[in-house]
């Protein structure tokens, strides 16, 4: 008789855990001892296993949601039972001997597996052949470590789209832009049908991530990725409401995020995606990437902590609802932490510094050095805590317009400058000096002017621009 290779092992090992469940489960249905929960709050909704097409899914959605039909918890408290059996160890031992370098065997893999079939099971009264096949053959998968499909559904604010919908591939992972549709507003109302449906915002723009990744976390840094091109593509308070992800993996299911009501969220710049704009969208998406942009901007690459410094700043400018004074200075701090080195002279410094890169970049350094002049007096008044009173916010506006489009201008500034730091990926000191030389020596300008040019030219083409 021929050797079973261990997937095939694997496989009867599961096939005969399921008939198990499925037989105690009929028994303690069939004597009146397991009850069918319906129309409960509960404190998970739990991944449920299979799309209307056939297809697994695990949906996540965070605490206290309104289950219309949940069996989650007579399923989750009869595997809780079920873990302390013989047979549950029996095939614990049996997957360990054939996939020993799998560590989610027990953990992750065989508790979800119990989990969706009990609960299938309790929905249809009855075991699905055909679903525990689909069920076994992911568990299979699972173990082997093969790249799973993942797929997020995000709900932005803070940038909206013209066209109905834009997709485009990056690396086999596919990202798609679109409007709302009214099937997102049913879901909408299903998940928030206990709860006031006016107390939640309507996202403006929807992105879809699906790719195959080996964990949750290669969807997740995309996801966070996708945030941050969106925030520094143009000046926008672009956040994700509510995040719905799927996978076809049992082992590595999302428990889900449900991320604030209107009351927490609110959108301070917004900005409004043109057809003209997705071929300089899908560029620049693949060269943060590639260069792994977020990475660089989250404090954990010690050697660009200025530049998670100016990415805060900028963050916190976008998204947080302080005085016009907080949020500019706010602005000025960002800029600081990319253009000061000093203690002495710092508005000079950093007006001359931040106008003689832009003029290579083709802006007007005077307008620039004027923004930055009038921002830093700005930002000195605040931290020694004065603010404009209205006889100076009138002088101010006469000679500069409305004062948030003069921020949304010099947030401009800072988005570029963020950047320009980040692609041309020199050190600070390295930077500044440069900068600094090109002012005294002509001959200098060639060394910073060269790559600053290739770069507007290529990676950056149409994203380094000026806000209308």
Known sequence: MARLSREEAATNCLMELAGNIAHELEC?????????????YISRKPPQPMNDDGKLKCDGINYQEYCRESFAGEANRFVKEYIKQSAYKDSVRTLRGLFPDNDNVEQWLLWNFMHFLSEDVLKKGRLDKRYVAKLVGSCIKDLNKKPRKHHSISELLGVSILTVRKKFIIDGTTFILRQLTAKDLEKKVAAYEHLQFDDFMNPTMILEIKGDYYDTVGLEEDIQLAETVLRLFRVGSVQRIRDHKYTDSVAKYYPGKQ??????????EEYVLQESDFRILRKFWNECRKMRLWEKLSFSDKTSIHLSIAYSSYCDYLLRGNREEARIANLVMGMESLFLQENMELKYRLKSRVAKLFSMLGFNANEIQDEINDAYDIRSRYVHGELLDEKERRRFENRRGDIRLYMRSLANILRISILVAAFLNLQKKDLIDLIDASMIEKEKIKIIEGP???????KLRGVLVQES
């Not at 991320?259 to 609110?266: M, R």
């Open 259 to 268: 991320i604030g009501p209107i009351s927490l969220i609110s959108v301070y």
């Open 452 to 458: 600053l040019s290739k770069l507007h030219k290529t």
């Open 28 to 40: 303690l249905i069939r004597e009146g001892r397991l009850n069918k929960s319906k129309q409960s």
